[in-house]
């Protein structure tokens, strides 16, 4: 008869300092990470209304892309941390190997995607003079495919096994390294040509291919990771261990792509409504952006509690680990929120001096402001349900949440409503909500189904 594990009585307060231990890197290392983009649009603003919205479209197809990617790769986290939980270190390391070779496939897919987005862009009748500028952008970015996707493998192997700072050491790298690089390469210094908004493609791509090798040192070199034995052997593709990988990883994928995709739709949309609207909307999708990180690194930190809880046995803990995550995120979404409503000038400030923009950006962080909380809650419930595998229902609600719901509301608003861009952030608060709504529900009955056998 198996035995079952001791359900530890560990009050709230403690769970939100583990919880809080392990997110505050992740937190730190996202915001840096996205610190990159927001450099890249300051940056770029200052050319002008153009470059900005270039950057806008291209930042948005590079994000779709990368989102599918990411949610693909992000099965390495769960998985790693249930064998670390169960204390099976050595499998850690097989599986994590094998994500490596699922990294090269997704390497050819983002190069490939990235170099044939003109259609896209003509689809989506985006204004013309964006779309040269957008396309020798994504050329330029995908030469990074290779670093970000082995970079990510590696970065969820070691979230998996609880190690989280060098993820935030990462971010603060890949600033140091950006600023410069932006600077020589969109503005034509040490001998370089002026590439303007096209500048920022090279770099990402640069920065990335540098994190990548930065991070395959650290693991390599650090001690923690010795009991792994991450590298010690050359392993050719499993099939059996890259389909489970894949049966966790492309429902999270999915999850994430139609999630991004509607942010991607939105500023396409945006975009065909001419170059100050899609400023003003790159603006406050970019420091809403920013304000995600901080979910986003909660919801990490959840998927390493529950799946680690899990792997322990102990479903009781994992439950309450994903409790207080959510109340975590609730308080953390309630003071970006605040900063939107109460300081709009001075964030738009940051980005350009242009009143025509500044005038439409303002509106659209109100909007913002109510956008928050949906978003937060939506990405922290995923996270803990990551945690537990479970991937398959939450990919089917994001799709009746944002395409079936959140888009058709922002298109109707948008252009059969006459509300221009401010339509299609009301449908996208929309969509959000629907999903916060159900995977929220999801969360509770699979949390409490694992966890009614003790009590």
Avoid at 95 to 102: A, E, F, K, P, S
Avoid at 136 to 147: E, F, K, M, Q, T
Avoid at 393 to 399: E, S
Wanted: proline share 4%; charged share 10%; aromatic share 10%.
């Amino acid at each position: 008869m198996t035995s079952i594990p001791a359900q530890p009585d560990i009050s709230m307060l403690t769970h939100v300092r583990r919880t809080t231990r392990l997110a505050l890197p992740l937190i730190a290392g996202n915001i840096a990470g996205m610190g990159m983009n927001f450099v890249d649009t300051v940056m770029a603003g200052r050319l002008g209304a153009v470059s900005l919205g270039a950057i806008s479209i291209g930042g948005a197809v590079l994000s779709a892309v990368f989102l599918f990617v990411m949610g693909v790769l992000m099965s390495i986290t769960p998985s790693v941390a249930q064998l670390d939980g169960a204390g099976y270190r050595l499998r850690s390391g097989r599986v994590t190997r094998q994500g490596l070779w699922l990294a090269l496939a997704m390497t050819v897919l983002m190069w490939t995607t990235l170099r044939s987005a003109s259609g896209l862009l003509q689809v989506m009748n985006v204004d013309a003079q964006l779309v040269p500028v957008a396309l020798d952008y994504l050329r330029a970015v995908s030469w990074g495919a290779p670093g970000i996707c082995l970079l990510l493998v590696l970065r969820y192997f070691s979230e998996g096994c609880g190690y989280t700072a060098p993820t935030m050491y990462l971010g603060v790298l890949g600033i140091a390294f950006n600023v410069p690089l932006n600077y020589i390469l969109i503005y034509g210094k040490l001998g370089f040509p002026a590439m303007g908004a096209v500048g920022c493609g090279w770099a990402t791509a640069l920065v990335f291919l540098l994190q990548m090798l930065i991070m395959a040192v650290w693991i390599a070199v650090r001690p923690e990771y010795r009991r792994y034995h991450l590298f010690a052997r050359f392993e050719w593709p499993n099939w059996y261990r890259l389909r489970e990988l894949l049966i966790i990883g492309l429902p999270i994928g999915t999850m994430i792509f139609v999630e991004g995709s509607l942010f991607v739709g939105a500023a396409l949309l945006i975009g065909s409504l001419g170059a100050v609207p899609i400023a003003a909307h790159q603006i406050a999708i970019n420091f809403s952006a920013l304000c995600y990180m901080i979910p986003l690194g909660l919801a990490g930190a959840m998927t390493v509690r529950v799946g680690n809880a899990l792997g322990r046995g102990m479903s009781l803990e994992a439950m309450r680990a994903s409790r207080a995550g959510m109340l975590m995120t609730l308080a953390t979404q309630s003071v970006t929120a605040s900063l939107m409503l109460l300081a709009p000038a001075w964030i738009i400030s940051w980005y350009t001096n242009d009143q025509t923009i500044a005038a439409l950006a303002v509106s659209l962080l109100g909007l913002a402001a109510i956008f928050q909380f949906p978003d937060g809650l939506q990405a922290a419930a995923a996270g803990a349900l990551r945690g537990y595998k479970d991937t398959r229902w939450p990919m089917i609600y994001t799709v009746i949440a944002y395409w079936l719901f959140g888009m058709p509301v922002g298109w109707w608003l948008t252009f059969r409503g006459d509300w221009g861009a401010a339509g299609m952030w009301a449908g996208m608060i929309a969509g959000l909500g629907v999903a916060a709504v159900l995977l929220g529900f999801r969360l509770w009955r699979i949390s409490h189904a694992q966890s009614s056998a003790y009590g």
